[in-house]
């Protein structure tokens, strides 16, 4: 299964989990953004680290490290808003360096489909994707990547293996693109906690047939607003 931005949100997670049921030989894939904002980053992290669960970098995770390293370094430290503030302090070494792990992008070949926390650039090769891309874009803007709200949803414009999971845009909510999924449903501004369960050894059907792999909570409430 994969899930949608969790942003510290252990009980949905916990309650979701119990109602896909994962079994023995089951795989647990996040999109990334597991942590801040919410009310049990720390505990979101273990859930998913008992389970053996992988999850790709999001942007809250790099601002997060962003702070971590320079402190290491001994270089300023970049401004961070209150909760990243918060969770740079709540989390221990072994923690923040579980988040410097987390790659960029997440290959399943059995699926033929990739992770990613925000999107990727059509067109672009892989290897040449800007980082800054991969963890903010939510839309085209002329043909290049950008981080606001616009018409031109990129997973819209993307028609190309393979076929990208992906989160980040809480606003758009639930994308079923030919090519693209998009799961970040607003857990922790009161919306909803959204998985794609993916049988086994089977690729990615068309938008209509992969509603029905869809499993969703509701949020127990609104943690922060918009």
């Known amino acids: ?41 720390a505990g979101v992290l273990a859930l998913v680290r008992g389970l053996g669960g992988l999850a790709v970098r999001g942007n809250h995770e790099q601002r997060v490290l962003d702070a971590w390293l320079a402190r290491q370094r ?9 909760h990243h503030s918060r969770l740079l302090e709540e989390l221990d070494e072994a923690e923040l ?13 059995d699926h ?8 990727i650039v059509p067109g672009v090769a892989m290897e040449q ?24 949803l990129w997973g819209a414009e993307y028609r190309a293996r393979p076929h990208i999971l992906f989160g980040h845009n809480a606003v758009d909510g639930l994308q079923l693109h030919p090519c693209a999924t998009g799961l970040d ?10 998985a794609l369960v993916l049988p086994a050894a089977c690729p990615l059907p068309p938008p209509a047939e992969r509603r029905a792999w869809l499993v969703s909570v509701p949020a127990r409430r609104a943690y922060v607003s918009y």
Not at 97 to 108: F, G, K, Q
Not at 129 to 152: F, I, K, Y
């Open 1 to 41: 299964m994969v899930i949608g931005d969790v942003h510290g949100c252990r009980a949905e997670l916990e309650e979701l989990l119990g109602r896909v049921g994962l079994g023995e030989g089951d795989r647990l894939v996040s999109v990334g953004d597991l942590v801040a904002r919410g009310p049990d980053s």
């Open 74 to 82: 001994g270089e300023p430290e970049p401004p961070l808003r209150p």
């Open 97 to 109: 360096s579980e988040l410097a792990a987390m790659p960029l992008w997440l290959d399943l070949p």
């Open 112 to 119: 033929d489909a990739r992770v990613v926390h925000a999107g």
């Open 129 to 152: 994707q800007d980082p800054w891309a991969l963890l903010h874009m939510r839309t085209l803007v002329n043909g290049a990547p950008s981080d606001r709200r616009g018409p031109t």
């Open 185 to 194: 449903t607003g857990c922790v501004y009161g919306g909803e906690l959204c």
